[in-house]
């Protein structure tokens, strides 16, 4: 698949509205791999399958970062485009389908907000000369700590990246991720407790 593939028509969307936040997807997560393979060929009709699997999900994500439902579906609909057109970059060993998704979703979405700062700090320096150095200090400070987060959620295992994943980035409950990892919600709570623990530990700060 390249870049240039036009984007499909998922079938009858009812004006191209996601599902709602919080609706299951009709498949397992590991259906969801499946599939991604096979967007991955260029694949419409299991493109469509993935978009009903997961297009409530990635709005919920993008809503709860961005509070504005208009931004929350756009940014769905390029997060949906993304998955078309990168599913090859899906690695079913590093995690599931899922996760992956949920993870594009969430950073569409903090770029969306970066993006809007971004503007407003441009119009802000526009309207007057001098520059503010703390806040260059502070925006350069919160990109390295991204990085130094990615770092650190890079070298937990696979089932603790998951689970912190999608409570804390897509803001599900235990019970809910249980079900999408398709483990028991007991071994959810201890993965994510061992897991924020190391974080902390890697990250070098007091929770």
């Given at each position: 698949m ?8 998922p ?9 709602a ?11 969801l ?9 260029g694949?419409?009709p ?11 999900q990635?709005?919920?994500?993008a ?12 940014v769905?609909q ?13 690695d079913?060993?590093r995690g599931?389908?899922?996760a ?11 770029d ?14 526009a ?13 350069v400070?919160g ?5 130094r ?8 295992t696979e089932?603790?990246?998951e ?19 398709e ?18 530990d890697?990250?070098g700060?007091?929770?």
């Amino acid at each position: 698949m390249t870049e240039s593939q036009s984007w499909p028509s998922p079938g009858d969307r009812g004006a191209g509205q996601p599902p709602a936040h919080g609706q299951r997807p009709p498949g397992h997560a590991g259906d969801l791999g499946a599939l991604l393979a096979r967007v991955a060929r260029g694949d419409q009709p299991a493109f469509e399958a993935v978009y009903d699997s997961v297009a409530g999900q990635v709005f919920g994500v993008a809503r709860s970062v961005l509070r504005d439902p208009a931004q929350a579906e756009e940014v769905a609909q390029e997060v949906l485009l993304e998955v078309w057109r990168t599913a090859s970059r899906f690695d079913a060993g590093r995690g599931s389908g899922t996760a992956w998704v949920m993870m594009l979703a969430h950073r569409r979405a903090v770029d969306r907000v970066r993006s809007r700062q971004a503007s407003a700090e441009r119009e802000s320096r526009a309207s007057s000369p001098d520059i503010d150095y703390d806040v260059v200090a502070e925006t350069v400070e919160g990109r390295l700590d991204a990085e130094r987060v990615r770092k650190c959620l890079g070298a937990l295992t696979e089932l603790q990246r998951e689970s912190i994943t999608l409570a804390y980035y897509g803001g599900y409950t235990y019970r809910e991720v249980a079900g999408l990892l398709e483990v028991a919600v007991g071994t959810v709570k201890t993965r994510m407790r061992d897991g924020l623990i190391r974080l902390r530990d890697c990250l070098g700060v007091d929770w």
